[in-house]
């Protein structure tokens, strides 16, 4: 009940249809039980040795009744389709506008994969129910109720065969739901993990080709995909039952019918039943019998679509783990940062913390270089800043206020974070880049992209800032793609800027021209550059190094190349390799003057 009243709330506008079908439905099925009632007087009247006119009032009583049959039948068809795709469309939307509220955390619990295989397949599941509950889920009770009644009026103690199959068809269906439900949970999580595997081979297409690992990735995908089947075809097997227990309830109940009422006729010579009666007994039984038949088509659909539903509602009733104060801080005075004694770790279950006991306090305008090996959490660190994570312990402080002091969106605007990967979505240039400043005007786009290196290869194409990107970028290169959203971070204006390794692409020289446009045109804007290259942050005032989730020295470029090996290192290593690159071309060209 508790999925069943979370649902409901997305039926919203559409309640109206989702109560005007039933309500048809009912007024159906009343009328085609009057049907065989009619039909069986007409019968008797007939035998009786009635003339043309009672014929043709039986004649138009019963066409007046299929006309009204058939006009509620096609308004509670419409209706029930209104009132399904209506709730799928609102299930979809609700699940939609909830996961942009959600938090890293929120999305990391369910994954992208099953976020996805939610709004189709689940929502899908959930809409063929709905839609065979309000519609099919009337009808046939309503039939049953009403041929019942009638089964009874017409037959008497005969009518007692449809009471008694009623335990037979209830033990076998709970018995089936009982076995199939936990098939049914094991299968979405493998197609879960199905959509996974589809996903992440898709986006990482170029990388399979380079490798040349197609055959491989359709074996790993056949193997799960059969997996999948295998599952499903044993929860499908285990509810067909349902069909040959309704056609031995259909079978017994129609022997008993055929056989008790011929006799019934024959021996009382028409006193106890007679021709009428018998003939809308038949009805009635195959109107209840289809009834039954109906319930357990309902009952398969609803039976796969339980496991749905829950999924669903699991999202609908998740909260995001970040939540504004009640009296959010709407505006941030400047971009200073403070972390003070800060440790954090992604799950409260973790048993270790990413981050610990950090200790940084940043000057608004300050530039400020992170360094780190693999692992290091520079990214984890950073994320802290426009609250894309809570801190574990300790406090992060933007303009001299704790971060959860501020109303979400005023701090994010205000931090500013170009991302390790870069994404930009199907669109213009434009459309891309208003992504940072809706109400951005072209002079301030062209402005933020000479600023970001990138406006000389956009002039450079035909269309300059109407070129169309494709989903993901993949019509420019990395380098392009990372001056495009160092842009579009830069056109929110912001009072705090972090790259996260957002250059890492583009030449040393490009890399160094950015560098010397923050300093001269967003000299108060706080800048934070992760790199992996030394020269990328040896001009930031300070630099920061991070080991094992730890500060390990903290200084200038001169401070810690004086005093600390792990930068000195670096240093080194990262200048012998650019040394020899060049060397090898002034080799390179040397040679070439020689043939020459």
């Known amino acids: 009940m508790d999925v069943v009243k979370t649902l409901s709330k997305s039926i919203r506008e559409f309640k109206g249809a989702a ?81 942009q509220d959600f938090s890293f955390e929120n999305i990391d619990r369910f994954q992208t994969s099953s976020l996805v295989t939610r709004m189709t397949t689940d929502i899908q599941n959930v809409q063929l129910a709905f839609m065979m509950l309000i519609r099919i889920g009337f009808r046939a009770p309503m039939m049953l109720i009403f041929s019942f009644a009638t089964a ?260 994010r605007d205000q931090v500013a974070v170009v991302l390790q990967k870069n994404v930009l979505f199907s669109g213009t240039i434009k459309e891309n880049l208003r992504w940072g400043n809706p109400k951005a005007t072209d002079e301030e786009i062209i402005e933020a992209c000479k600023l970001a290196q990138a406006d000389e290869f956009v002039q450079g194409f035909p269309d300059k800032y109407d070129t169309f990107i494709t989903q993901g970028g993949t019509n420019v290169s990395g380098g392009q793609k990372q001056r495009l959203c160092i842009a579009r971070a830069l056109l929110k204006k912001p009072k705090v800027l972090i790259l996260d390794d957002s250059t890492s692409a583009v030449d040393t020289k490009t890399d160094a021209l950015i560098r010397k446009g923050f300093k001269e045109f967003i000299p108060e804007t706080t800048k934070i550059i992760i790199a992996q290259r030394v020269s990328s942050v040896q001009d930031a005032d300070r630099i920061l190094i991070l080991a094992g989730g730890k500060i390990q020295d903290i200084g200038n470029h001169d401070e810690l190349l004086s005093r600390n090996t792990t930068y000195q290192e670096l240093y080194k290593a990262q200048n012998k390799m650019t040394e020899e690159a060049a060397a090898a071309g002034d080799a390179e060209e040397n040679t070439e003057g020689g043939v020459r």
């Open 19 to 99: 109560i005007q079908s039933p309500l048809f439905v009912v007024l159906e099925s009343l009328v085609e039980t009057i049907i065989p009632f009619v039909t069986a007087k007409l019968i008797n009247e007939i035998k009786a040795g009635c003339g043309m006119e009672t014929i043709t009032k039986f004649g138009i009583v019963l066409i007046i009744l299929a006309t009204l049959s058939l006009s509620f039948g096609v308004i509670a068809g419409n209706a029930s389709a209104t009132a399904a795709t209506g709730f799928s469309r609102n299930l979809r939307k609700d699940i939609f506008y909830k996961i």
């Open 152 to 411: 009874f009026i017409m037959g008497g103690r005969m009518a007692w065969i449809f009471v008694a199959v009623i335990p037979i068809l209830g033990i076998g269906l709970a018995m089936v739901v009982r076995t199939v439900m936990p098939l049914f949970r094991a299968v979405f999580k493998k197609y879960d993990a199905l959509n996974d595997s589809v996903q992440e081979n898709v986006t990482g297409m170029r990388v399979v080709k380079s490798f040349v690992r197609e055959e491989y990735e359709k074996k790993k995908f056949d193997t799960a995909a059969t997996d999948v089947q295998m599952d499903f075809t044993k929860a499908e097997r285990i509810l067909a039952i349902n069909n040959p227990l309704m056609q031995f309830c259909l079978y017994v109940v129609m022997i008993f019918v055929l056989s008790f009422g011929s006799y019934l006729i024959i021996s009382t010579k028409g006193t106890a039943l007679d021709v009428g009666q018998f003939s809308a007994l038949l009805t009635y039984s195959f109107q209840i019998l289809i009834s039954l038949m109906m319930l357990s088509m309902i009952f398969v659909m609803v039976t796969i679509s339980a496991e749905s539903a829950e999924r669903i509602a699991e999202v609908l009733k998740e909260e995001s783990t970040l939540t504004n104060p009640e009296n959010p801080v709407m505006e941030v005075p400047n971009g200073s940062i403070d972390f003070d004694n800060v440790s954090f770790k992604y799950s409260k279950k973790a048993e270790r913390f990413v981050l610990s006991d950090i200790d940084l306090h940043i000057k608004s305008g300050e530039t400020i270089g992170i360094i780190g090996g693999t692992g290091s959490s520079k990214s984890s660190i950073i994320q802290l800043i426009p609250r894309l994570y809570d801190v574990t312990e300790g406090t992060v402080s933007v303009g001299g206020l704790d971060v959860k002091r501020y109303d979400l969106k005023t701090l």
